[in-house]
């Protein structure tokens, strides 16, 4: 019988803190749609402030935020935007950006540290003059942490070069900054200067700050006015959304402080799993742990997910040898040695019903 249960899955998982549940009860609120929400007027705000941008819109969820942008960016059916093969918009968000936009995606490889090269990126840019057979290429993608790459961090330095490039050839800059704050934690440096390149930027509140619900979009003012009218297309524009938006600036204000607890006890578990034979993971910079499970092994990963399920602790399966972990803040320490202990079971387990 499971007496404890460690959440891991994702930083999405997190439950609404007793401020949070508390600002919810209290908060100030009107019709958002009309655009009178005063408490989600505060969030739009302070974001754009700690952004470096001039405006924000409060948006349902991070896959919409993306979405958002890019038709903004795009507003021409038939319009192309580069981006990794091994990003979020691509993989994980239902094709939206082509189906619903009519927008083509070309994709560069990613590197293991979610890089694209510069070079490759720029030969992807559709020449002009061959419009008559091309998409027109009018905007980059970058994602900041990369999270299939396990959580890592594009430098400011880098962007910036991506910037230069887009404005080279006259292409818009989009960050999908679902955990922006994590890699402006890590590596030391103000969350605006990191997004200083891009035109615009997407930003997770319900990853890794843990608000319940909610993305927030930040741009220029054209921007957001814009992005605001397909809000309300898509159907993101909601009524008293200050009830959700005040649990977002707790969060905000509470829990990206803990945001470097959760990258060293991401860092903790992952130095305890290379411990274990079998198992490798590479270096770890946020909270994204992925655990390699070597051949000799013999033992899936989805075997192993099922045996600490049934100790209480939850992972997802990234493939059959691949198994990932997320930290976040309503993961303490006593958590992360539980989860080892379970883990060392796990595998120990696996290999004896395999008679090894």
């Known amino acids: 019988m ?13 439950k609404p803190t007793e401020a949070m549940r508390a600002a919810m009860a209290t908060a100030e609120v009107d ?8 408490t989600a007027f505060r969030l739009e705000t302070e974001m754009a402030k700690r ?19 890019v038709l903004t960016h795009c507003d021409i059916r038939g319009s192309e935007v580069i ?11 239902n094709g939206g950006i082509s189906t619903i936009g ?36 009018r905007l980059i993608c970058l994602e900041n942490t990369h999270a299939n790459s396990g959580g890592k961090c594009l430098s400011a330095e880098y962007t910036d070069q991506v ?28 969350v605006d200067r990191l997004v200083r390149a891009a035109d615009s930027v997407s930003v997770c509140l319900s990853k890794g700050i843990g608000a319940p619900v909610g993305s927030v979009i930040v741009g220029s003012k054209s921007f957001i006015a814009k992005a605001r009218r397909l809000r309300k297309t898509l159907g993101g524009g909601m009524r008293q959304v200050g009830v959700i938006a005040a649990a977002a600036l707790v969060a905000l204000q509470e829990n990206v402080g803990k945001l470097e607890s959760d990258h060293k006890k991401a ?7 290379n411990e274990m034979k079998g198992l490798r993971v590479d270096p770890v910079e946020t909270n994204i742990v992925y655990v390699e499970i ?16 049934e100790r209480g602790i939850l992972v997802m399966d990234a493939s059959p040898s691949r198994i990932r972990i997320v930290l976040h803040h309503q993961i303490s320490a006593s958590d992360v040695q539980y989860a080892l202990s379970c883990f060392q079971h796990a595998v120990k387990g696996g290999q004896s019903e395999n008679g090894n």
């Open 294 to 309: 070597e051949e000799g092994l013999h033992i899936s990963a989805g075997k192993i997910v099922k045996n600490l399920e």
């Open 102 to 137: 009519g927008v083509h995606p070309r994709t560069v490889k990613n590197n293991s540290d979610g890089t694209m090269d510069l070079d490759l990126i720029e030969a992807a840019i559709r020449d002009p003059s061959g419009e008559i057979v091309y998409p027109t290429t």
């Open 2 to 14: 499971v007496t404890r249960t460690v959440d891991l899955r994702s930083d999405t998982v997190t």
């Open 31 to 38: 019709d958002d749609v009309l655009g009178y929400d005063p």
């Open 163 to 190: 910037g230069e490039l887009a404005k080279k050839h006259d292409l818009k800059l989009h960050i999908d900054g679902a955990r922006i704050f994590n890699s402006s934690v890590a590596l030391g440096v103000p």
């Open 51 to 69: 952004m470096g941008k001039e405006a924000a819109l409060f948006v349902p969820s991070g896959t919409m935020g993306n979405l958002i942008s």
């Open 83 to 93: 981006l990794g093969d091994n990003c979020h918009i691509f993989i994980y968000e």
């Open 267 to 273: 860092r903790l578990l992952a130095d305890g799993l």
